[in-house]
């Protein structure tokens, strides 16, 4: 097993992770657009409001505000009712309907008229979020999604959600992706943990199997991204643009820590009802991560991406996967009580402390390079806390399929 950072393991106390998550709060509000829904930030937290107003940062924005209410933070409202007014106004096609990825601000007009499962999963999330706040218009939104996604992006055959449409929702898009899988299925526990409906609970249990029981497994953890239609694997899919935010080259290794998470996820959901290969599953994603990922190169960090043989493909580290090393580690040390997974969550808070939180500016750097200095070959700017206000927020929590299920009707202890 590679080894742990060599800063001091860091074990932060409920007062800590309280004052971390009010300080990317704090940030993160900057982010509301005078436009609607919520901007692109800089490195110092300007909001880039000349950029389109981009989805998947509209609806992380909106569930992570509906998370600060629900925690109790009152002030936290406007901005919950910012995002779901935007959902419902300015990223909605009112005609043909569906959400857009992103909208020029400027003009009002769609940048891509694409309907991505990607972006419709966070729709999903923020909504079902927002329902759990109390939002007024909350179980509407949560209420359209959920037709859309049945709709248009559930594969009830396959198991499995289809990645992309045209405007008019008349052409499928030839590939098939496990990011938008992996999404859908954490917005899919939310919608049944907020509902109580047991279909999107079996939705996810569902892909959870294929994806992780049957496409990880099946590669001994390195779990491939990219597919044809039919769900057949292309290895070499992007390998001449590897570093691609959203469909990189190989094996993505903070998407095995995420997989992990969620799987655990989905096993505290189904209670009695799941099966033992969940457990075991989350833990073999979590050491492949741990074995290829970590300190690849002899330096602390997570590269972004490996090759199927574990060599580094994309030395970058970035700021989310090791959030959710936090989080899955924290999980698998609360679902195990084994000290290796509690030592390596602290292991990787002070690697988070040292490299990437960012006490000058603001939030976390969202990317270093292989020695840990910044850079911005993958991401430019700090527009994303939803990683790192979960993973600070985690540990606060009950055990639970979401975490706006968790906090609804709670308090957290932090």
């Keep these: 097993m590679p080894s742990e950072p060599t800063t001091a393991p860091f074990t932060p106390d409920a007062g800590w992770l309280a004052a971390e998550r009010a300080r990317l709060w704090d940030f993160a509000r900057g982010s509301v657009h005078p436009a609607g829904g919520f901007a692109w930030l800089d490195d110092d937290g300007r909001p880039e409001l000349d950029r389109p107003v981009e989805a998947w940062i509209t609806c992380r924005m909106t569930h992570v505000a509906a998370l600060e209410v629900l925690a109790g933070n009152r002030d936290a409202e406007r901005v919950l009712d910012h995002g779901v007014r935007a959902l419902r ?3 909605r096609d009112s005609e043909h309907g569906g959400w857009f990825s ?3 601000t400027a003009t009002g007009e769609p940048v891509s008229t694409s309907k991505a499962c990607y972006d419709h999963a966070f729709v999903l999330l923020a ?3 927002a329902t759990a706040a109390g939002h007024p218009d909350g179980a509407a939104l949560l209420a359209e999604a959920r037709a859309v996604f049945a709709d248009h992006f559930w594969d009830d055959q396959a198991g499995m959600a289809v990645e992309a449409w045209d405007r008019g929702w008349t052409t499928l898009e030839d590939y098939r992706g496990v990011n938008a899988n992996m999404h859908t299925v954490e917005a899919l526990l939310a919608v049944h943990e907020v509902t109580g409906d047991p279909e999107p609970l079996r939705q996810a249990s569902r892909v959870v199997e294929r994806v992780v029981h049957g ?4 590669a001994d953890w390195r779990l491939p991204e990219h597919f044809t239609p039919d769900w057949t694997a292309l290895p070499d899919y992007n390998r001449d643009s590897p570093a691609d935010p959203f469909r990189p080259y190989g094996v993505t290794i903070g998407h095995l820590l995420e997989w992990s998470r969620l799987t655990l996820h989905l096993r505290t959901a189904l209670g009695d ?8 599953d989350a833990a ?3 050491d492949r991560a741990v074995a290829d990922g970590w300190h690849a190169d002899d330096c602390d960090g997570f590269v972004y991406t490996t090759d199927f043989d574990g060599t580094p493909v994309v030395r970058q580290r970035l700021h989310w996967v090791v959030a959710e090393g936090i989080g899955a580690a924290w999980v698998l040390s609360r679902e195990t009580g084994e000290d290796d997974y509690a030592d390596w969550c602290a292991a990787w808070w002070a690697h988070a402390e040292a490299c990437f939180i960012d006490r000058k500016h603001g939030s976390w750097r969202h990317e270093l390079d292989e020695r840990n200095q910044p850079a911005a070959t993958v991401w430019k700017g700090k527009p994303d ?3 790192a206000y979960q993973a600070a927020l985690l540990p606060s929590l009950r055990p639970a399929a979401s ?3 968790a906090l609804r009707g709670t308090a957290t202890s932090a």
């Design 215 to 218: 496409f990880a497994r099946d």
């Design 284 to 286: 073999g994603l979590f």
């Design 273 to 280: 009802d799941a099966p033992d290969w969940l457990l075991e």
């Design 385 to 387: 806390v939803y990683h």
């Design 403 to 405: 975490f706006a299920g």
């Design 127 to 129: 909504s079902s979020s």
């Design 89 to 91: 106004e300015v990223l």
């Design 102 to 104: 992103a909208v020029d």
